[in-house]
């Protein structure tokens, strides 16, 4: 079995961290509950959503037959499973990590500004050697929506460096005015530099958008297709690694959390604006953390708007959100892919259309037919 090192490189364990944030930071107390949001369009909006059904294999097994089905599908993909690893996988991945730290500091030398950048995407870090490489490039580049991103996460974490006061960071230089996600960001290293005008400026923009991408799976495939061809691996692996390298992207969204939680201090039109967010994380997010995080969000407006049966109805869609990722066949799909090459190409080609929840259900069926094959087998990985 793979060790935990590994395990984190599935996309299911992405789904922990958003638990974590929202028990850290989204409790909201008695005291701080008001009615005064109560009829509001957020209110009105979110009814009309909460009985859109959350993919949830669970809920649809009514039978015994079913069960049983269901039972035997795990355990043939736990015996498929079981014979991939009989290989010794984590030793190949240390081996493959190694020569990727000597080719990330081969293209650091380099003379081409690509060159560099590629660097930090191959190491998934930010050094002091090769931030400037990330910077330049977004200034030559401003348009590359994962650079733009990537740049935004660094001035998320170092707030005082000189190029997070750029212009190339303000509202009206966005690669994408009308993503969510990307508002998001900004509003967080706006509240961490103290420009709280901006800060909440962005959030109420965030609030009038339809979309929220955080480009998960175009970094993941930026990732993947440098990686492969500076490193000459095989897709899965170069995928695999790429999952990883996106999962251990620090998300800024806990500092908008822990604002959002006391935006009743500011002002109604942002703690609605926050409840709003929510809505559209949930709906329109390509990433379970995102979805989960936008229902702890509505919990939240929620509770300081007092609006009791809106609360109930999210925490009932949260459950089920959570129980439908959290299943045995669930972690099996995601360790899948790393093995079988068409079924990898299957989750990312749609992963980047329709956003993770839609692609995982997209594999589930298609493993649905492979597992009727008795010569399928995923074991198809190999290494260079």
């Given amino acids: 079995m793979l060790n935990n090192k ?57 039978s015994t037959t079913e069960k049983h089905l269901l039972l035997a599908k795990q355990n043939r993909l736990k015996d498929m499973l079981s014979s991939c690893e009989k290989n010794n996988i984590e030793a190949q991945y240390s081996l493959i990590e190694k020569k990727l730290s000597n080719i990330a500091s081969a293209l650091q030398n380099s003379d081409k500004l690509k060159a560099r950048f590629n660097s930090t995407i191959i ?13 330049d490039y977004v200034v030559e580049n401003p348009y590359d929506k994962v650079a733009y991103k990537s740049a935004l996460k ?12 750029s212009t190339l960071f303000s509202l009206n230089n966005m690669p994408d005015t009308q993503n969510a996600a990307t508002l998001l960001d900004i509003a967080s290293i706006a509240l961490k530099q103290g ?26 495939q930026r990732s993947q297709e440098i990686i492969a061809s500076n490193a000459f ?9 790429s999952i990883g390298r996106a999962a251990a992207v620090p998300s800024s969204f806990s500092t908008i959390f822990k604002f959002c939680k006391d935006s009743h201090n500011v002002s109604d039109i942002l703690v609605d604006a926050c409840g709003k967010i929510g809505e559209i994380m949930e709906h329109h997010s390509h990433s379970y953390i995102s979805q ?8 939240n407006y929620f509770r300081q708007t007092n609006n009791q049966k809106a609360l109930e109805q999210t925490q009932q869609r949260r459950k089920r959100l959570n129980n439908a990722y959290n299943t045995s066949l669930f972690n099996q799909v995601s360790q899948l892919i790393q093995f079988d090459e068409k079924l990898a190409r ?21 493993i649905d037919t492979l597992i009727e094959n008795p010569d399928y087998s995923p074991c198809q990985i190999t290494f260079h």
Avoid: M
């Fill in 123 to 135: 190491t998934g870090t930010i050094t002091d050697k090769n931030r400037s490489a990330l910077f």
């Fill in 346 to 366: 299957l989750w990312l080609t749609t992963g980047l259309a329709l956003g993770e929840s839609q692609s995982q259900e997209i594999i589930i069926k298609e």
């Fill in 6 to 62: 590994f395990k984190i490189l599935f996309v299911v364990t992405i789904i922990a961290i958003a638990f974590v944030v929202v028990i850290n930071y989204l409790p909201v107390h008695p005291q701080h509950i008001s009615t005064k949001h109560k009829d509001s369009d957020v209110v009105t909006v979110a009814h009309e959503n909460v009985e859109q059904p959350v993919h949830d294999n669970a809920q649809f097994i009514t």
């Fill in 154 to 165: 660094e001035c998320d974490k170092h707030i005082n460096l000189p190029q997070c006061k």
């Fill in 233 to 241: 691996i095989g897709f899965n692996q170069s995928l695999i690694i």
């Fill in 195 to 220: 420009n709280e005008e901006k800060a909440h400026l962005a959030i109420e923009l965030a609030a009038k958008t339809a979309n929220f991408n955080e480009y998960f799976f175009e970094y993941i």
């Fill in 292 to 299: 989960a995080l936008g229902q702890a969000l509505q919990e």
